[in-house]
């Protein structure tokens, strides 16, 4: 069993940047793939980024903008978002599975953060 917190959103304005945090524990989660998804008021939750044990991956909409990374010593994924804009607000969460296909999907993550609120002001 893996338990994953995100930390780190909060209220920012637009161009600035967070750093999100997503630890890990119960077990290590170093053969994890580790994806970050967001969901704003209203709308489906969307993929952001993904990382595995040797690539990361992006959506078109962050790419460029958002770095994700991952400290194998503290079991922690992090998501630093840079230049940001108000269409980024939303509820942030993390989420881990063994595989390393199909990232960008919500389904077959094995394990979810509660999630972290990101809100950009214009």
């Known amino acids: 069993q893996v338990q994953l917190v995100e930390s780190g959103g909060g209220l920012v304005q637009a161009g600035g940047s967070l750093r999100l945090s997503c630890a890990a524990s119960?077990?290590?989660?170093?053969?994890?793939?580790v994806g970050w998804f967001r969901q704003a008021p209203g709308k489906e939750r969307e993929f952001v980024a993904a990382?595995?044990?040797?690539?990361?991956y992006y959506a078109d909409s962050v790419n460029g903008r958002f770095t994700v990374s991952r400290d194998y010593g503290k079991n922690t994924v992090y998501l630093q978002l840079n230049s940001l804009k108000p269409e980024d607000t939303a509820v942030y969460y993390c989420?881990?599975?063994?595989?390393?296909?199909?990232?960008?999907?919500?389904?077959?993550?094995?394990?979810w953060g509660q999630g972290t609120q990101v809100t950009v002001s214009s």
């Open positions: 989420a881990a599975k063994r595989e390393v296909v199909n990232l960008q999907y919500t389904q077959n993550y094995d394990y």
């Open positions: 990382i595995t044990w040797s690539s990361t």
């Open positions: 119960g077990r290590t989660f170093t053969t994890y793939s």
